[in-house]
Nanobody, 124 residues
Framework: QVHLVESGGGLVQAGGSLRLSCAAS????????MGWFRQAPGKEREFVAA????????YYTDSVKGRFTISRDNAKNTVYLQMNSLKPEDTAVYYC?????????????????WGQGTQVTVSS
């Protein structure tokens, strides 16, 4: 059984930064792609960023390009999402997920395990 635990969410003012972490267990972490998704109140879950098994490839949704950075530390079984220049529209519950695929994955349906989420609130 794969277990993902997100942390690092909180309340921040617009323009501020947060770093989310997702600790994984139960799978050979370094062999599989990881991703971050978010869901705002009343909206569908949306893709934010993804990283390949080695960290050599990353992909971002347009709205976060240049502001967010996804990275991973395979020695610590952890994936990160550094979020800078936060905006009120970034407010959402952020979820990490793992896919049984090595390359970057942007489709939610291809991820097979999900964390419980961490709340990010950006005040204006």
């Amino acid at each position: 059984q794969v277990h993902l635990v997100e942390s690092g969410g909180g309340l921040v003012q617009a323009g501020g930064s947060l770093r989310l972490s997702c600790a994984a267990s139960g799978r050979t972490f370094s062999s599989y792609a990881m991703g971050w998704f978010r869901q705002a109140p009343g909206k569908e879950r949306e893709f934010v960023a993804a990283i390949s098994w080695s960290g050599g490839s990353t992909y971002y949704t347009d709205s976060v390009k240049g502001r967010f950075t996804i990275s991973r530390d395979n020695a610590k079984n952890t994936v990160y999402l550094q979020m800078n220049s936060l905006k009120p529209e970034d407010t959402a519950v952020y979820y990490c997920a793992t896919a049984h695929i090595r390359t970057v994955v942007v489709v939610a349906g291809l991820y097979d395990y999900w964390g419980q989420g961490t709340q990010v609130t950006v005040s204006s």
